[in-house]
Nanobody, 122 residues
Framework: VQLQASGGGLEQAGGSLGLSCEVS????????VAWFRQAPGKEREFVAA????????IFANPVKGRSTISRDDAKNSVNLQVNNLKPEDTAVYYC????????????????WGPGTQVTVSS
């Protein structure tokens, strides 16, 4: 399974961020996809995940209420949008996949993309 994230860059505080993760190499339908992020000097943390069936989603508290996650099975991709950006959203964002249901623990994900940098200026 290969993953490729796109959409990072420099954003303004209060703006919106759209990230996309394209998954290839296996039957995408059976894979749950999650987003994690790692800020400088901090451990990697969970952001959001969507179940393989698309009927369940979870969000970490720092982004809950201002984020959406969706999947497009026709394009084998998962999209994350974070609104009302804050400087503390600055991090390298990674998408990860696992067969079956999602979890919020990065050790449960075997497949990872290379990450995309997001910088939020105040």
């Amino acid at each position: 399974v290969q993953l490729q994230a796109s959409g990072g860059g420099l954003e303004q505080a209060g703006g919106s961020l759209g990230l996309s993760c394209e998954v290839s190499g296996r039957i995408f339908y059976w894979y749950s996809v999650a987003w994690f992020r790692q800020a400088p000097g901090k451990e990697r943390e969970f952001v959001a995940a969507i179940r393989w069936s698309g009927d369940n989603r979870i969000f970490a508290n720092p982004v809950k209420g201002r984020s959406t996650i969706s999947r497009d099975d026709a394009k084998n991709s998962v999209n994350l949008q974070v609104n009302n950006l804050k400087p503390e959203d600055t991090a390298v964002y990674y998408c990860a996949a696992r067969p079956g249901s999602y979890t919020d623990d990065d050790v449960d994900y075997a497949y990872w993309g290379p990450g995309t940098q997001v910088t939020v200026s105040s």
